[in-house]
């Protein structure tokens, strides 16, 4: 049974690992790991190319909702994940060492700096309980090798080492044949992934050579793994992944400038572990750069492989044993964590593990905005035209997947070509319990926005929301009923709100309502389920639709009301009578977050053992406000995701125990800028490594 990195760092010698602090912390449900070598930074390329493409790789596994781990010898220590400084550091360094398994006790105690191979990397990778490994290519049998016995140790660590390898397949320059022979006695199982056998020739998408396995994708080549890792067989796997087709070079086109290579190696008498970076880099010499440019898109290509590989296995994972941790912290710290994050989202008598339900809307968003003065006289305007997911539900859960909180989506969509754009853009996420429904139309949002990014207009179909029912809901009371915190939106019919509801306080699960616009937000207050709400998100707007739905005779503050200097509101009864009133009416309400555009956001919260008891009373309520994010008017592109993000950074910290709310909203107000900058409702800006 495979280890978490939690076990596996308590069998470490800690004295001589270091460990990265966004691995060594992290939260209970932590990403994804996908370990990158060195020796590509300090002998693959010269600076600053190397640091460049060091920095790509980890954004790009980043992007794709994983966590980098770059692994290197720092100071006599093994470094797992390093930061920037470190990175730049490895990059410039003209005396470091190509470490590979036979080199690191050497290495280590001599307090030196190491770049390591794919064998080091596999071998420390796999000490740390990392499963997945990205890197260019792997070290193989030398042309000539059956009389130099010139053998990578890469193929002999491929044999003991359980990590799953992600490569463009063997260099170039090695013999690819025997190289695959190798792998056969050594038990290895060899894979290409995609729509062929093909063995890659590293620069070259076939090699004349075929694998021994195939998959046809990244979900497959999860599957793969977990089966080798439940029959516990301590042998790794060699994902062959082709270079993307734009950036191929024929085999014949390499081969000859190898074969010019190879001589002049030989006429300089060049061996051992110096012949890979002499023939690598004459060949980008002779090529004039040709190489490096296909050597550094097979890299990123095959970070991104390697990252979506690490999600779906997790998944995988999660989905047989329980959300596991992959944090580097104690068991005891772990635990304590735990224990807080449920102490927080949980009644006292009953813990809540599971993970968090989002139900709502998932919708296809077609934005435009013009660039000159608009007029609704049927003409025609020059602008710009660009889509996106949205959908209330969607984007919270989406945000969710992206800080690491692994949400489920209960949603519908159709089989259409806009489902179609869904899922494409929707593959970091787990798509898994969609209600896909093949006589319906995707919901559809064509909105019209200003030339400074405001929603002018908008025409919608939501008509399929009205499938996501009571008895499709029930189908997975099982997850509602162990989740920490379970999410609706006001796309959802009246019926099936009060039935979440139903459910969730049934269970005693908090509830978090999105009220999604002033048509929908009074939805949960038409019957009796709206008291086991425990958290409210409205803008101002939504929030009078609220106060009229009950009647509140105080008049709804229409800005923020007079603050003390840390945001907090003096002690008079004028400005908080509303609030007093509205908590009344809501028994189960916890929090209330009022999300008031660009006067930021305003927070009250009932505080104390009473939270459930509906009193109006003076004293259980708080109240602060919140800055907007920071974003300059000309820096704006797109609002209409930034309430969604908001929300999600504010989940996040409530269901992983964060005690400070004001922590909380710190994230939502990041999260709620990156969508404010962007084109897309949640984008990959918004990662786990804000939490740092």
């Known amino acids: 049974m495979r280890l978490t990195l939690v076990r596996r760092l308590n069998t470490l010698s800690k004295d001589l690992f270091k460990i990265h602090p966004s691995l060594a912390g992290g939260s209970s449900r932590t990403e994804a790991v996908v370990a990158l070598e060195s020796t590509v930074i300090t002998h693959g390329m010269p600076y600053p190319q190397n640091l460049k493409l060091a920095l790509s790789m980890e954004a790009i596994i980043t992007e794709h909702g994983a966590r980098p781990a770059t692994i290197a010898v720092m100071d006599g220590k093994v470094s797992v994940g390093l930061n920037q400084e470190e990175l730049s550091d490895l990059a410039k360094s003209k005396s470091c ?16 700096h190491g770049g390591t191979t794919v064998a080091a990397t596999m071998l420390l990778a796999h000490q740390a309980g990392i499963s997945v490994f990205a890197t260019g290519g792997i070290g193989g049998v030398h ?16 044999g003991r080492t359980p990590v799953a390898v992600v490569c463009a397949g063997a260099k170039s320059i090695l013999d690819i044949p025997r190289t695959l022979e190798f792998l056969e006695t050594q038990g290895v199982c060899v894979a290409t992934i995609g729509d062929t056998s093909d063995f890659p020739s590293f620069f070259s998408r076939k090699s004349g050579h075929h694998s021994p396995c195939h998959v046809a994708n990244v979900q497959k080549a999860a599957e793969l793994i977990h089966i080798q890792n439940r029959l516990n067989l301590q042998t790794g796997i060699l994902f062959a992944v082709p270079i993307p087709q734009e950036d191929e070079i024929p085999n014949d086109q390499v081969e000859e400038w190898l074969q010019v290579a190879l001589k002049e190696a030989d006429s300089h008498d060049v061996r051992g572990r110096d012949i890979t970076p ?11 750069g040709r190489t490096l440019t296909a050597n550094l898109a097979l890299l990123r290509n095959n970070a991104k492989v390697g990252a979506q590989i690490a999600v779906a296995l997790k998944k995988l994972q999660d989905s047989e044993h329980g959300s596991c941790s992959y944090s580097f912290r104690s068991t005891h710290a772990s635990q304590t964590a735990q224990s807080t994050r449920l102490s927080a989202v949980a009644r006292e008598d009953e ?9 709502g809307g998932t919708v296809l968003d077609i934005m435009a905005s013009w660039n000159s003065d608009f007029q609704m006289n049927g003409a025609t305007y020059s602008g710009e035209l660009f889509m996106s ?5 969607r984007n919270i859960a989406d945000c969710l997947t992206r800080l690491g909180s692994d949400p489920i989506l209960l949603s519908a969509i159709g089989q259409d070509a806009s489902a179609q754009v869904v899922k494409k853009h929707c593959t970091h996420m787990d798509l898994s319990y969609l209600l896909e429904l093949p006589q319906s139309a995707t919901s559809g949002y064509v909105g019209l926005l200003s030339e400074e990014g405001q929603l002018r207009a908008g ?17 997975y009371e099982k997850e509602i009923k162990e989740s920490s915190m379970v999410v609706i939106d006001g796309n959802l019919s009246a019926e099936t709100i009060d039935h979440v509801l139903a459910l969730a306080g049934r269970y005693n699960v908090p509830v978090w309502y999105e009220p999604t616009d002033i048509h929908k937000a009074a939805k949960p207050f038409q019957k009796e389920g709206y008291k086991f709400i425990s958290y409210l ?64 956001s305003f927070v009250v919260q009932r505080a104390g053992s009473d939270c459930r008891n509906g009193s109006p009373s003076h004293q259980n309520l708080t109240f602060k406000a919140h800055l907007a994010p920071n974003v300059p008017d000309e820096a704006v592109v797109n609002v209409s995701g930034s309430g969604d993000c908001m929300a999600a950074g504010v989940i996040h910290g409530l269901i992983n125990g964060w005690q400070d709310i004001d922590r909380s909203i710190s994230l939502g107000t990041f999260a709620a800028s990156c969508s404010l900058r962007s084109r897309q409702t949640v984008p990959a800006a918004i990662t786990s490594a804000a939490l740092n």
């Open 97 to 112: 060492r190509k470490v590979s398994r036979r080199d690191l006790s050497d290495t280590l105690s001599k307090g030196l």
């Open 143 to 158: 042309r000539d090798g059956e009389n130099s016995l010139d053998i990578s140790a890469d193929l002999t660590e491929l």
């Open 278 to 288: 002499f023939l690598l880099k004459r060949l980008t010499e002779l090529s004039n």
């Open 351 to 359: 813990e809540k593990t599971g993970r968090p339900v989002v139900i």
């Open 389 to 393: 997911c949205g959908g209330v539900g």
């Open 459 to 475: 025409v919608m179909n939501m008509d399929i929301h009205s499938q996501i029912t009571a008895d499709y809901v029930s189908k």
């Open 537 to 600: 998100s409205p803008n101002l707007k939504e929030l009078q639709v609220i106060r009229s739905h009950f009647n509140i005779p105080e008049r709804l503050p229409s800005a923020l009301p007079s603050l003390h200097s840390d945001g907090t509101i003096p002690h008079r009864g004028g400005d908080r009578d509303f609030y007093h009133h509205l908590f009344s009416f809501l028994p189960g309400l916890r929090l209330l977050l009022v999300k008031m555009g660009k006067s930021g």
